[in-house]
């Protein structure tokens, strides 16, 4: 699997991704924070990690194809984490809408915190600390 920013792909790849209707959140910011995971070069997954603060990133968005294997939303976390201590930040925070996604940041060592990132989705928050985190990638991320 290689990991790709949303950046260095063409409009048209990014589009036909998401079958030509990005979702309803902001293009440009999927765009300057958005990576795609590509599995046997076809894209599988989207992400976009948002900064926060300096010490603080947010999974904000995650789009999976269907038929995408089932582990991927691990990974997909896992590598989040990582880019975002690599990018200097000690923390990444996760909103969540499902009970299934609750019990899996739970399993992943992720707590509840009362910080709102945007009151509009109506999630609960959940934070980890990134100290622990081990530093090797999960995927390759190329540059073009």
Known sequence: MQLIPTKELAQKEFEAFFDE????????????????????????AFFSL?????HTYWLRS??????APVLLP??????????TQSYGATS??????TVVLEQLLTQLGYNLTDQVLEESLQA???????????KNDSYTQ???
Do not use: C
């Open 21 to 44: 209707k990005v979702p309803h959140f902001n293009e440009i910011e999927m765009k300057q924070y958005g990576y795609f995971i590509y599995k046997q070069e076809e894209p599988t």
């Open 74 to 83: 691990v990974s997909i976390i896992q590598t989040a984490e990582k880019l």
């Open 92 to 97: 990444l925070i996760i909103h969540s809408k």
């Open 62 to 67: 995650l789009v999976m194809k269907r038929n």
């Open 50 to 54: 948002i900064p926060v603060d300096r």
């Open 124 to 134: 609960s928050w959940w934070i980890t600390s990134l100290e622990d985190v081990d």
């Open 142 to 144: 190329t540059s073009t």
